[in-house]
Nanobody, 115 residues
């Protein structure tokens, strides 16, 4: 089993910044890809950023240059630094992990960007 716990969400004004954290535990290894997704009300969940072994990263076009995904040395925590936030980025943000046993999700953390 793999456990994921997000933190760091909250209310921020447009143009502001937040850093989300996802703590991983259980049967997960540095070779497992990690990602951040978000889901706004009435919309599908979408990929925001992803990091794989070797520290290869990819981002949604809408966040490139503003968001940064990173990790700690031990791969126990993955971060999402979000700068220049926009009101339309208000959503529940989820972290996930892809393993041979399946894909695991955290419970989500609410990010609200006020205009």
């Amino acid at each position: 089993q793999v456990q994921l716990v997000e933190s760091g969400g909250g209310l921020v004004q447009a143009g502001g910044s937040l850093r989300l954290s996802c703590a991983y535990s259980g049967r997960i290894f540095s070779s497992n890809a990690r990602g951040w997704y978000r889901q706004a009300p009435g919309k599908q969940r979408e990929l925001v950023a992803r990091i794989t072994s070797g520290d290869s990263t990819n981002y949604a076009d809408s966040v490139k240059g503003r968001f940064t995904i990173s990790r700690d040395v031990a791969w126990n925590t993955v971060y999402l630094l979000m700068n220049s936030l926009k009101p339309e980025e208000t959503a529940v943000y989820y972290c996930n992990a892809g393993t041979v046993l399946g894909t695991y999700w955290g419970q989500g953390t609410q990010v609200t960007v006020s205009s």
